[in-house]
């Protein structure tokens, strides 16, 4: 850990303007990921502007805009208050689960939900500074692509990266097409769909999304759905808790008599942002909701799939997972 | 004497509980001394080569720092003087990734670890050796004279005649010990001596090591290590951050407290190496075995050897004529491997056990009656009879207790839902040895009330030890608990085994019961009387009206303890779920059924195995510390990369023990526990999950990938 300042805003506006003004200052929220990576002397920052007081925590309606009759989440909000709100219970379970297989509670206590949209990879050559890592130190290498890369990327990749995205949080709301509200240094708001939060590596992985520095996530907003009582989070991981997954998928359908109106499945472990299978859900609509139509819409979307030398097994773990989580969530959860 | 006694026996709880969980036990780094500098640790980035040059002009301008150590002005330190690992910055040869380098210190923690980030080191590189893959065709016999080839009959002869046989490899990993107490230490000089404050498992050696290391005489250093937040065998031998903290201690001419992180621990105190283990099995239509051979390779530091006897169990589990134990190793360049918990049986009992299972399967026998007809009447390894042994019993109360009828012969046979069930067993057996230990014990008289304090150099790894020598000694002196004070960790007591080998509660416990008949005999004979029935300690003190007596034993094995082959034994049970889609393991039920003599607080003992035994289940399903050959550094450097198990990767758990009233290995007839509950464990979960799943795995650990 190297010497820094630290304050404390009072004000979303103060905060954003205190922030922009330092090309090297972060803000400071639960703490869990960022004083981590600032021990390990992979985050540097000069300033740490501590937005923890913000109150910026509510869980309510939405009353217009673009996910009009949905429910916002307060950008500072605990994981822990938003995973267990009854309204997120009731109408997005998918959420709820997704919080609660991440991390342990004494995290989810301190962690928020801005910060978890926000926490780095798990990369081991990403936390030791004395590798070779792209998205640390632009233009040193990547350590995994051709070392211990068996959690990382089998979509998405680039010769310069292939992490992955840690969030289990994320992966859910990728599948419920969320939007992260953030506030602009210039005092404006702007909404960023889900799927666009996050970026693929590509030549510049010291980017993990487009959010500008300067911006504060504020918000989260759930848009209505009719997925609440077929939606599953499947988080294979090597132990029961505690782990980060080597696959996870949030799956949700909207289904009438037997037929699939629509289908969202989200994939976590597998790129370096939440993986939307696109390919899957669109093969899903207007089909029948059967074991052998799970099985071909993951079998089209793992087709794509590109592993590296460790991880080969995550083409056949993230088909079987794939097919699994419809299957939970067509059976409400249960196996 | 069982029957006699009131105390042993018993489930008293941890008279050390309170204190701990309320924070008022000690551990090393709590000790308020006044006046500390801290001091931070800095390591190598590469795993072979030299150093050419450190810079550490910045650093020790940096505020608040006082020093900064390194090769170029550490003062001489003897390297062969029992510190394990080297890494005591005296050359600038590199043996490993991760090694020390250096040390800053400064007057905070803060300070310290911030200006490690501003030294920068150049050097001179050469290709690591840290593919054991790779390497393992390379590996030669060992230079240890116990680790020489060891046979008996003709093993390969009777395997190429035999019609039924199994011959597989089998792999575990590099583990760490990671206790939750990583290794710290804080030194304070006073003239020429110097007082340690530091966990170690072997008191006595923690002070002969830093005194030779140092340079010093042994009565120079004080080891204090009253509570230790677990070792697992790290904090056996000690490692460099011991004499470390005395050298920066005496550099800055005050006292110094250095602690490792999460992430120092995996290169500076010791690691369970890699290992293969080839078993072949041969045995008759009925299972009788004709012949085992266990054949291991494996690898050490780049200069120094250190092999964990994989092939113990091997040597003396089953009744067969023909028996084959090889060692081979190759060096690498890593910090050197240690004694891990259950050395070498843990793992080795992982591949004969397993093998043991495969030959069952093959045979179409059941694996329990497997063993049973394998049973050896004496120690095949020797010809001396066991003090005692109760596998079979083991087996067949646990199979009672377990249900073990519901387990379906055939495998793949028991979906329940998405999950497929199985049930393994597996036997496992530790070594039980007293090793010679001395005790002071005093009364002290205040009116009729007696207080006794026994005093040895023994350490209390968390396990109990505390609580057993109280009830020893009360039980001994004929006292209530209250009245007897245990004082142990600390080298200026009377000098004692270490807390290792399953060694500590016979050692310790004898020679406090011993020492306790010792002042009984004593204030007897100091009465000059005669007495009908052989009185108390604590009436011959109101008696005679004496107000202080002590005496000091130096308690050794029994002699007649040799002519017996004394270990204990273990029969474990596991019921495991897999999820048939994802590969996903969940150990529903563990059950281990454990013969080691007297146990003398079944509640500590309970806690023992089913600590030892939550570690066989990481080690079957979650723990491995991987290494990235190009580098020679691990990737799983902290608890999030490096799996042991949570609680939800916990079911129920219980432990039984077979009563054994073993006089024959030692006086109270303890056996120890701590190591034997880890052994067979891996086997048991690995067994079955091939009865769930069909698919056996010969590499830990059996992580959700190899069942798909
Ligand atoms: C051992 C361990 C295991 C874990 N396991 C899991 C797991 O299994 N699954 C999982 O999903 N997560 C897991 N986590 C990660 C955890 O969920 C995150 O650390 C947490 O969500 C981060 O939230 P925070 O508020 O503490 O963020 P902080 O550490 O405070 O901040 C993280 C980053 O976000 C920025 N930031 C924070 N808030 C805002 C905001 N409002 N606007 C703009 N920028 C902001 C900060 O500047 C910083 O760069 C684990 C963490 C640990 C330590």
Redo the contacts between chains.
Sequence with gaps: ???FTYTRASDPSLAVRELAANPTAKFLAGGTNLIDLMK??VERPSAVIDISALTLTEIKPIAAGTSKGGISIGGLGKNTDAANHPSIRQHYPLLTQAILAGA?GQIRNMATNGGNLLQRT?C??F??V??PCNKREPGSGC?AL???N?LHAIFGWSEKCVAVYPSDMAIALAALDAFVRVKRPNGEERSIPFTDFHRLPGDTPEQDTNLAHGELITAIDLPQNKFADRSYY?K?????????A?ISVAAALEVTGNTIVQARIAMGGVSHKPWRALTAEKMLVGKEATAENFKRAADAEMAAAKPLEHNK?KV??GN??I??ALQMAMNGGK? | MQDKNKLIGTPVSRIDGIAKVTGKAAYSTDYPVKNLAYAVLFKSTIAAGNIRSIDTATAEKAPGVLAVITHANAPKLNVDGGIRGGALLQSPEIEFYGQHIGMVVAETFEQARHATHLISVTYDKKEPKADFEKLAKEAVPSRDKEKADASRGDAKAALREATYKVEEVYGTPIEHHHPLEPHATIAEWNGDHVTLYNSSQIVNGAQSAAAKTLNIKPEQVRIVTPYIGGGFGSKGGQWANLVLTAVAAKQVNRPVKLALTRQQMVNSVGLRQRNYQKVSLAATKDGKLTALAHEITTHGAIKNEFIEPCGDCSKIMYDVPNSLITYRTVPMNVILPTYTRGPGKSTGSFALESAMDELAHTLKIDPIELRIRNEPERDPSNGKPWSSRTTVQCLRAGAAAFGWEKRKAEPRQNQQGNYLVGYGVACGTYPAHQRPTSAIVKLKRTGNDIMATVELAAADLGTGTYTILTQTAADALDLPLRNVKVVIGDSDLPPAAGAVGSVGASSYANAVNDACQKITDELLAKSGKQFYARPTAAQLMRSEKITDYQTRIDAKPLESAEEYSAHSFNANFAEVTVNRFTGMVRVNRFLAVTGAGTILNPKTARSQIIGGNIWGIGMALTEESVVDPRYGNFVTRSFADYHVPANLDIGDMDAIFIREDDQKANTLGVKGIGEVGIVGVAAAVANAIFNATGKRVRELPITPDKLL
């Design positions: 850990m190297r010497p390990e002397d342990s798990r081991p050559y936390y030791e004395a590798m350590g051709e070392g211990i068996r499947l294979v991981r090597d132990r029961a808790s505690y782990a980060f080597l097994f056949e773990l079987r997972s097919v699994l196996a």
